[in-house]
């Protein structure tokens, strides 16, 4: 086995699963692929990996439904690959607690840096792994902050599941919204960081909490 990890990469079209995952083995990974959430969870529970990397809109199981299974009894963390970065979306990426987000198209000059990110975050955390059949604890939902506090967006799961800091979503819907590639997005939020006074993470947080007051329904 590769000692740089063991990957789970889950892709309904076929060109992009070969894509991220031929790109990975030759950045030196361990791949598994699987084209639908069914065979991702029986791939997951067989090989145990240390990240997955899901779509999201797949036919039967959704990238969600397989994070959600990985997360509460796997303990595997994972990221989110996908087209669609409107609000709803980012909401659900944020409850779950993915590790990152990347919003399509991709290059794997893109996703390669993530994912030795994201696993070096991951391997900094404590992690826990239940034994066959345990449920891990569900996480618990982001919390919004209260008025003059500072409260991180995204909180770690109990099975070491970290999202560190809300930047890797704030860069994929910055993508989204202003058609940027990855390094402009990033630029870009962080000179908003620095003409605002706060950490990357911090501007981060705000604007997906932005995002959130947003896509509240307005009071009747």
């Known amino acids: 086995m590769s000692g740089k990890g063991k990957i789970l990469v889950v892709d309904d079209d076929r060109l992009v699963l ?5 790109g990975l083995s030759r950045a030196g990974y361990e791949v598994i692929d699987a084209d639908n959430g069914d065979d991702a969870i ?21 990238g969600f439904d397989v994070a ?23 909401n659900q990426v944020k409850a779950l607690g993915a590790v990152a987000y990347l919003v399509k198209p991709l290059d794997i000059a893109q996703i390669v840096p993530t994912v030795e990110a994201a696993l070096s ?16 604890a569900p996480q618990p939902a982001a919390m919004p902050a ?3 506090t500072s409260v991180p967006a995204f909180a770690p799961s109990p099975a070491g599941n970290p ?4 930047v890797p979503i704030a860069v994929g819907v910055l993508m ?6 990855r390094a402009e997005a990033l630029e870009r939020l962080q000179r908003l960081a620095t003409a605002d006074g706060r950490t990357l993470s911090q501007q981060a947080t705000a604007l997906l909490d932005a995002v959130e007051l947003l896509a509240r329904p307005a009071a009747g």
Do not use: N, W
């Open 146 to 148: 209260a008025a003059g």
């Open 18 to 22: 070969a894509t991220v995952t031929h």
């Open 42 to 62: 029986l791939l997951a529970r067989e090989h145990r990996p240390d990240l997955a990397l899901l779509d999201i809109r797949m036919e039967g199981k959704s």
């Open 163 to 166: 999202l560190a800091d809300a």
């Open 121 to 136: 975050s991951v391997r900094a955390q404590p992690r826990v792994r239940p034994v066959a059949g345990e449920r891990l």
């Open 176 to 181: 989204h919204r202003y058609s940027l590639p």
């Open 68 to 90: 959600a299974y990985l997360r509460e009894y796997l303990g595997t963390p994972f990221m989110f690959l996908s087209a669609f970065a409107d609000d709803d979306t980012v």
